[in-house]
């Protein structure tokens, strides 16, 4: 069996991201963690960027009701299963696999830390004139890239594609 060089070193460079993404959330969740009280703030730019220290206990941007932790483990599997499914049906590009990469690290170290620590620790605020969008941390910023870069993608691919038909290149 011949060995494919080329996709040998892609999927040791997607390995590679995914360890970056999910070390920099572990260390950075560690650090707040070992430094950082439950609510203590320090201004990184004057009152629009912030380090504080949050446990959320919730889902995405806090959200809270009763069985909130197997709604969290039932939804990462879901993702799992729905981006295989995709790889297996649609073969995507590059880029949507760096997307998935994202996606699926930010997505198991919330996951792990809810699973050790009962909660994801939250540190970064972001806001202006008062105004703050809920607080997160390098995971949730990995799985909101990721989405976006993949629904991107998807959205030059069909343009794309649109131009191609309007121009009688392809079938329709």
Do not use: C
Request: proline letters at 2%.
């Amino acid at each position: 069996m011949k060995i494919n060089k080329k996709h040998v070193i892609t999927v040791a460079l997607f390995i590679l991201l995914f360890i970056i993404i999910y070390l920099a959330d572990y260390f950075t969740k560690e650090y707040i963690r070992d430094n950082f009280a439950i609510g203590e703030t320090i201004e990184v730019i004057g009152d629009n960027v912030m380090i504080t220290h949050i446990k959320n206990s919730g889902i995405a941007f806090g959200l809270h009701f009763p069985g909130i932790q197997y709604l969290s483990y039932f939804a990462f599997i879901a993702v799992l299963w729905l981006l295989i499914s995709y790889v297996k049906t649609e073969k995507p590009s590059m880029v949507n696999y760096v997307a998935f990469i994202m996606i699926i690290s930010g997505a198991i170290g919330n996951l792990v830390d809810r699973f050790i620590n009962g909660s994801v620790a939250d540190m970064i605020m972001v806001g202006i004139k008062g105004h703050y969008w809920p607080i997160f941390n390098i995971a949730d910023i990995a799985v909101s890239v990721g989405v976006a870069i993949f629904l991107l993608a998807g959205y030059i691919e069909n343009r794309k594609e649109q131009i191609l038909k309007e121009k009688g290149n392809i079938d329709a």
